[in-house]
């Protein structure tokens, strides 16, 4: 089980590495072949839209063979990536974004795919510390593999990055080969057959209808969707309030990923001796007093709250996927994965422009509302969940 647990933080190493690399290529890569900073930002938008299909997608994980299905993807993602070799000019710039479209469908499937595996790959005693540990393998690629791809990309060009992010897929590909599954994983789970709406149906009734695995998942998401309305204010804050300069902007982001990469290793022994719920809420209100830190009038207190932030954010996001894991019954678990996912993540696409707009009235209103959301959220989640035994003691069915 060991082996087990060093390959899929190996797995979240290398497709951190190799997302978080082109991602940023992209972007440098369409503004120079088109001189459009609009054009360039919107490569973001098609790697993230495809996380509104997240259900529809993660229903394909609960039809088919999980493994085969996430090897042939990544495998599928690698090829694909290699005919960005092709762009060489402003008229073939749509490949570009055609690709990242494809990527980030590609990313739901195996973001769900691997949700569904590891309950069959590791006990449930191990979910809570490997889903930790995967955490910080990804925060700790997102304070090297932005420097690392714009230095290569100014060194080598678009080209370099390319190949060096469509390696990464077949590594991951090999890494999920090498994951030793229970014989029973290694085939489709047996279900009735249904119709698209009726999958889809299922995934969201056993997803919302168990407050145990409903409430984490809503209270990451209050979190998560938090963290994009602040955004803007932090900034507003230290520019207009504190009359810093922008770029200390990266030293905030710098401690939020020390943070990040502490939290996550530490979320699994949390999540051995409490439930899914109460660790959720207690990273609620860490996430909380972060936020009324970095809306104090003094950079250091920005910087503390922004490791405080790291801290906690993650907690809520790694409890509420460790619930889905192991309170799901197995062939359904593909859509609560996906689903949940996008539930999670999707208010920080409404997050974003209510807190760029909420500036107009004060950098620290934002910070404020977050603050006070996080903790009622956290509230009223421990007064509507069961209590529970720790996350980690759950049975996986």
């Not at 994009?228 to 204010?233: M, Y």
Request: a positive charge; glycine letters at 10%.
């Amino acid at each position: 089980m060991r082996r087990n647990a060093v390959l899929f933080v190996l797995i979240s190493l290398l497709s951190g590495f190799g997302s978080t690399t082109m991602t940023l290529a992209a972007g440098l890569w369409v503004l120079d072949l088109t001189g459009s900073v609009s054009l360039a930002a919107l490569t973001a938008v098609c790697i993230y839209a495809p996380t509104l299909a997240a259900p529809w997608l993660g229903a394909l994980v609960d039809r088919l063979p999980r493994r085969p299905l996430v090897i042939g993807v990544d495998l599928g993602l690698g090829l694909l990536l290699l005919t960005l070799l092709a762009v060489r000019s402003a008229s073939a710039a749509w490949l570009i974004f055609a690709v990242l479209l494809a990527r980030g469908a590609s990313y739901v499937l195996i973001e769900a795919g691997e949700s569904a595996i590891m309950p069959s790959a590791l006990p449930a005693s191990m979910l809570g510390d490997v889903n930790g540990w995967r955490s910080s393998a990804q925060e700790g690629t997102k304070l090297i593999a932005p420097v690392a791809g714009a230095a290569l990309y100014a060194w080598h060009g678009p080209m370099a990055v390319v190949l060096l992010s469509a390696a990464m897929p077949l590594l991951t590909a090999a890494c999920y080969a090498a994951v030793r599954l229970r014989p029973a994983a290694e085939v489709p789970p047996q279900q009735p057959v249904a119709g698209a709406r009726s999958g889809l149906r299922d995934g969201l009734r056993a997803l919302f209808s168990v407050p145990a695995v409903r409430n984490p998942v809503l209270l990451a998401a209050v979190a998560i969707g938090g963290s994009g309305l602040k955004d803007a204010a932090v900034l507003a804050h230290l520019v207009h309030d504190l009359h810093l300069p922008a770029t200390h902007l990266g030293f905030l982001g710098t401690a939020q990923g020390a943070g990040s990469i502490a939290g996550g290793l530490i979320a699994g022994r949390i999540l051995a001796r409490r439930s899914a719920i109460t660790v959720a809420a207690i990273g609620a209100v860490v996430f909380a007093a972060g936020c009324v830190s970095q809306a104090l009038p003094w950079f250091p207190a920005m910087v503390a709250g922004s490791v405080v932030i790291g801290v906690g954010l993650p907690w809520t996001l790694i409890a509420a996927l460790t619930a889905v894991q192991t309170l799901t019954p197995d062939h359904l678990l593909g859509r609560v994965a996906a689903t949940s996912t996008t539930v999670m993540f999707g208010p920080v696409a409404l997050g974003i422009p209510l807190g760029a707009a909420a500036i107009h009235i004060g950098a620290v209103v934002p910070l404020a509302v977050t603050a006070v959301a996080s903790v009622t959220a956290a509230l009223i989640a421990l007064r509507a969940t069961p209590h529970t035994a720790p996350a980690s003691s759950h049975p996986a069915f």
